[in-house]
Nanobody, 123 residues
Framework: QVQLVESGGGLVQAGGSLRLSCSTS????????MGWFRQAPGKERDFVAA????????TYADSVKERFTVSRDNAKNTLFLQMNNLKPEDTAVYYC????????????????WGQGTQITVSS
């Protein structure tokens, strides 16, 4: 069965750092480009970052460029999101997801999703 499980969320002060992990199982990890999305209360799901199947290309939302870094370890079937200089506006539930597209910023193009992990950034 396809499973994606996010970990590493929690409470952090503004300016701090967290690293999220997304562990996958059930299908060949490298068959998928991967993405991170987030959803704040009352808001739509927003794109955060994405990475191609072998990690050669990454893309980021303007709001997180220069602060967040997405990476992957295909040998361990794991996706990462390093988040630095966190801001209160980063507070949201963060989701990892898989797409068969080369890379995508569109939630509708992702086919498998994790359950999400809460990130809360205090001011």
């Amino acid at each position: 069965q396809v499973q994606l499980v996010e970990s590493g969320g929690g409470l952090v002060q503004a300016g701090g750092s967290l690293r999220l992990s997304c562990s996958t199982s059930g299908r060949v990890f490298s068959n998928y480009a991967m993405g991170w999305f987030r959803q704040a209360p009352g808001k739509e799901r927003d794109f955060v970052a994405a990475i191609t199947r072998y990690g050669g290309t990454t893309t980021y939302a303007d709001s997180v460029k220069e602060r967040f870094t997405v990476s992957r370890d295909n040998a361990k079937n794991t996706l990462f999101l390093q988040m630095n200089n966190l801001k209160p506006e980063d507070t949201a539930v963060y989701y990892c997801a898989q797409t068969v597209k080369t890379i995508s910023e569109r939630p509708s193009e992702y086919v498998n999703w994790g359950q999400g992990t809460q990130i809360t950034v205090s001011s």
